[in-house]
């Protein structure tokens, strides 16, 4: 096994948590989480993804970790590599394959979405938004993603910046920026909890049962399906991104214990998100189910109300930002780490020209509020929607299902335990919850979307 990868490691395996953490918590947790809670009725659908985080979640990070930390190249070669030392077909690269492509399209649509964070750093930071009510603050918003020229120019700034970082590699580039921004972002994130605890009255307690109590009746298959797509989407998990990060990992530190870090400290802030946007929704007598665009309606509305909120305001979009770079920058690093492995071509020029792909991807997304408004593709949602529906309700858990079935059938015994270093207790439990456990739940969520 390769102490080294030829990307470079990551200093420590804090670092590893960081980068890790970084790449999970992004625009899944503070955007999408609360929006598609609220429009799936809250409680019920935060249940399920709970229990889709521990029962399928954590043991796949922990089995792409493993992959990668023995592999140390990118999940295609990962792939390719562990089949043949465990005497198996190569084919199972394609699953590194499916990986590198949906994260291309998970970069697209996220980019164009990043974009709007940081056009609204901007105009929180103007004061634009001083004192707006519900009204227009939706105008606002409609408003500014009905322009495609700012919403394309704010894409195209956070490509450019993503491919910087990506560009200057594992350590000089990834590194320096998770090592900054994450622990800026979870102080920022306590504040705004506290903020929303202090200001709201009434409403938190409102905020808080709504995503917390638990209502069987609202929920159907198809939230199953988001819940579990959520899952896996803000576990950054199924396309090799935390196997390529765990490529870089130190050897010594441990898997299991690093990997249910990383999900405690994701979950955190999904949660943390909630509590923040669910009782300002409340206390502004807003309704929950607004979308995408809760996010960037609800927030200026109460920031807009608050003392110092302007700054308040511009803060937390800057940090939204923050976190939605330490994501973009994991979502192509496994394409990256393969076209560097695979061509010798410098980091700089493959980051530059993948970063064109997922970019030209991108106008779909950035052009489905204006121009292609009516363009509807998979089942009468628009490009940005089909693209989202395609990478997190089919792409993310069916490449987790195979990850899993790969790591618990196909790959040596011998190797998993060798990066796994626990109790052969230990090790026979995990085996089986990515042999059948894992691969079963995705395969009966999928069926039953399906008969629905
Ligand atoms: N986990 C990120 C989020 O919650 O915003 C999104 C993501 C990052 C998905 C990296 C997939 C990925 F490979």
């Not at 990868?5 to 503070?30: D, P, T």
């Not at 069987?216 to 989407?233: D, I, K, N």
């Not at 195979?402 to 040596?412: E, M, N, P, S």
């Amino acid at each position: 096994m390769a102490e080294q990868s030829i990307h470079g490691m990551w200093s420590s395996r804090l670092i590893f948590v960081l980068a890790a953490a970084g790449s999970a918590v992004g625009l899944g947790n503070i955007w999408r989480f609360p929006y598609v809670t609220a429009e799936n009725g809250g409680g019920a659908f935060v249940l399920v993804y709970l229990g889709c985080i521990a029962l399928i979640g954590v043991p796949i990070v922990i089995a792409e970790v493993v992959l990668g930390r023995e592999g140390r190249q990118s999940p295609i070669n990962t792939m390719a590599e562990l089949s043949r030392r465990s005497g198996r077909s190569t084919f199972w690269q394609v699953v590194g394959w499916m990986g590198a492509g949906t994260g291309f399209i998970i970069l697209s649509v996220y980019s164009v979405i990043a974009g709007w964070v940081m056009a609204y750093v901007v105009r929180m930071a103007s004061g634009d938004l001083a004192g707006v009510d519900a009204a227009s603050a939706g105008a606002a918003f409609e408003g500014f993603t009905q322009d495609a020229t700012s919403v394309l120019g704010w894409h195209t700034l956070f490509m450019i910046l993503t491919m910087f970082i990506v560009a200057r590699g594992v350590g000089r580039g990834i590194e320096v920026a998770v090592k900054y921004l994450m622990p800026a972002l979870f102080f920022l994130l306590s504040m705004l909890v506290v903020y929303s605890v202090v200001t709201t009255g009434p409403a938190f307690a409102e905020g808080l049962a709504f995503m917390f109590s638990f209502k069987f009746e609202q929920l159907s298959w198809a939230a199953v399906l988001l819940a579990m797509g959520q899952a896996f989407f803000t576990l950054s998990l199924g396309m090799g991104t935390m196997m390529t990060y765990g490529a870089y990992m130190p050897s010594k530190a441990s898997i299991p214990r690093t990997a249910a870090m990383i999900a405690v400290l994701d979950t955190s802030v999904a949660i943390m998100a909630g509590i923040v946007i669910f009782p300002l929704v409340f206390a502004n007598d807003l309704t929950s189910s607004s979308g995408p665009g809760l996010m960037f309606v609800t927030l200026p509305i109460a920031f807009g109300q608050m003392t110092g909120g302007q700054i308040f305001g511009t803060t937390f979009f800057v940090l939204v930002s923050f976190a939605a770079v330490t994501s973009s920058i994991s979502m192509i690093e496994p394409a990256c780490a393969w076209l560097v492995e695979r061509t010798r071509l410098s980091r700089p020029k493959v980051a530059a020209l993948l970063g064109a792909i997922a970019w030209l991807l991108g106008l779909g997304s950035a052009f489905s509020f204006n121009y292609w408004n009516d363009l509807q593709l998979i089942g009468g949602l628009n490009f940005f929607e089909s693209m989202d529906y395609l990478a997190n309700n089919i792409m993310l858990p069916l490449g987790g299902m195979l990850i899993a079935l790969f790591t618990g059938w196909v790959v040596d015994r011998s190797i998993v335990r060798h990066q796994m270093s626990v109790s052969d207790a230990s090790l026979t439990f995990f085996l089986w919850i990515v042999r059948v456990v894992a691969p079963t739940a995705v395969f009966v969520v999928f069926v039953m979307t399906l008969l629905r």
